[in-house]
Each structure stands twice: as structure tokens, then as C-alpha cells.
């Protein structure tokens, strides 16, 4: 990720729109496969430390987080997870069957072989553990915004299956989020690519994280409304890919 744009980030991140309702989302998918707050979790690309420490605040009491970043980490420690480590995200360095729970929120992006990477989360994850793996949705959708944050690719729900289930995982659910959002996404995105030159890097790096307040809020209340839904519907497009896997 770019640096301006990662202080950025982490300065975004606890209340921005996006951030916020992705947080809700993964804690909707935390209860409905019921994980216990036992589990020993471990949160890949974990930014800031913002949902692993939301994850304490809700209970969860055995929690490890990782990124390749320095200072990310260090935000991390100060808000006081202990198990926190620079480590590079497609061999982490803890022993096999060691979790219960993977999440990895659009991380797998980032990482330039994201099959080596998912064969080792295989590895470090028990038996009958669980992963949650949420990246974003369909190279047309590739914009400014993917090069800042260094994106290698982006998903389609299938593709993503077929990564996860060659690597040895049970594939229990795949499907889109911020499906609300795909509609004017796809019209700005290709219109972008049609009708203007390429941004500026520091105009691409706002695209999702300066917005007006009332903006951030109304997109906050519809997201997290979809995410509501989303537990009994599974859309068919988003902006954002998930799976949910299975070490069998």
C-alpha cells in the first residue's frame, strides 16, 4: 500500500463508512457459524488493529493479528493486542493446526501469489476450523484506487471458490457484498476509463475514505442494512467477494 495513502487509512478506518460496515459484516458471519469466543482467531492484513480490537470489546479472548507493515503493527500494540506481528501474509510463521478461525478482509489482494498464501492458511488452521476470506469483486471494476493499494487482482466469487477449494479447503458459502453499491460503482468506474485522463494519485487516494459526513453516515445505514440481509439472501454481484471455508 502506498505510505500517504496508508496514514490515511489508519486515520479513516475506526469510522469510515466502509470500514465500519465491513466490521459488522464479519461479526454477522462470526455469529452465524457460531465461532465461540474461545476460538483462537487470527487476523490476516489486520490494518490498524481496529476490528481486532472490536473483536476483545465483543468477547473473543484468544487473538492474534498480522501485516506486513510496521506501523500498522505498532498501532495494534498500542491499542493492546499483545499477538501481533510483522509478518508477510503468504507464509505466516506460527505452527501447523495453531487456529480455530482465519479472517483475512481484503488482504489476499495484496499478495502477489495468492495461492501459496491460501495453501499455507490451510496449513496453520485446525481441523474443523474456519476461514473468512472478503476480497474485492471483478477486474472491471479496477480503478486508481487498486493501483494505491497495490492490488495484484481483483475476484469473482467462482474464481475465488476454485482457489480456495484447490488449496484443500470445504467450501461452505461464496457470494458478494456491498451489492447495493455495484450498480453506480460499475457506471463511475468504466465512465472513468471511457471519458477521463487518469487521476492524480492523491485524488485517487480519497475515492472511498474523504467523503461529507452525512455521505459516510447514510452509506453506513444502508450497508449495514444489507448486511442484515445478506444472512438470509445471497446476492448474485457486489463489489466485494466472500468465502467461507472449511478445513476438513
Not at 475506526?14 to 458471519?29: P, S, T
Not at 481486532?52 to 465483543?58: E, F
Request: aromatic share 12%.
Amino acid at each position: 500500500m502506498d505510505k500517504e495513502y496508508e496514514s490515511l487509512y489508519h486515520t479513516e478506518e475506526e469510522h469510515n463508512w466502509w470500514f465500519v460496515a465491513r466490521r459488522d459484516m464479519l461479526l454477522k458471519y462470526l455469529d452465524k457459524y457460531s465461532i465461540p469466543k474461545d476460538a483462537r482467531i487470527l487476523d490476516i492484513g489486520c490494518g490498524g488493529g481496529t476490528f481486532t480490537a472490536l473483536l476483545r470489546d465483543k468477547g473473543y479472548t484468544d487473538l492474534y493479528a498480522l501485516d506486513y507493515s510496521p506501523e500498522a503493527i505498532e498501532q495494534v500494540k498500542q491499542k493492546g493486542i499483545v499477538n501481533a506481528f510483522v509478518m508477510d501474509g503468504h507464509n505466516p510463521e506460527f505452527e501447523e493446526n495453531f487456529f480455530d478461525v482465519i479472517i483475512a478482509s481484503d488482504s489476499l489482494e495484496h499478495l502477489e501469489h495468492d495461492e501459496t498464501a491460501l495453501k499455507n492458511w490451510y496449513r496453520i488452521l485446525k481441523q474443523g476450523g474456519k476461514g473468512f476470506i472478503l476480497v474485492p469483486a471483478y477486474n472491471f471494476l479496477w480503478s486508481e484506487h487498486d493501483d494505491v493499494n497495490y492490488h495484484h487482482r481483483r475476484y469473482t466469487k467462482n474464481g475465488l471458490a476454485t482457489k480456495v477449494v484447490n488449496a484443500g479447503f470445504s467450501l461452505l458459502y461464496k457470494g458478494y457484498n456491498y451489492v447495493l453499491l455495484f450498480i453506480p460503482t460499475a457506471i463511475v468506474r468504466l465512465s472513468q476509463k471511457l471519458l477521463k485522463p487518469k487521476k492524480k494519485k492523491e485524488e485517487a487516494d480519497g475515492q472511498i475514505l474523504l467523503l461529507p459526513r452525512w455521505v459516510n453516515k447514510l452509506l453506513t445505514v444502508f450497508q449495514i442494512a444489507e448486511n442484515s440481509l445478506s444472512k438470509h439472501i445471497n446476492f448474485p454481484f457486489g463489489v466485494s467477494a466472500v468465502v467461507i471455508v472449511r478445513k476438513p
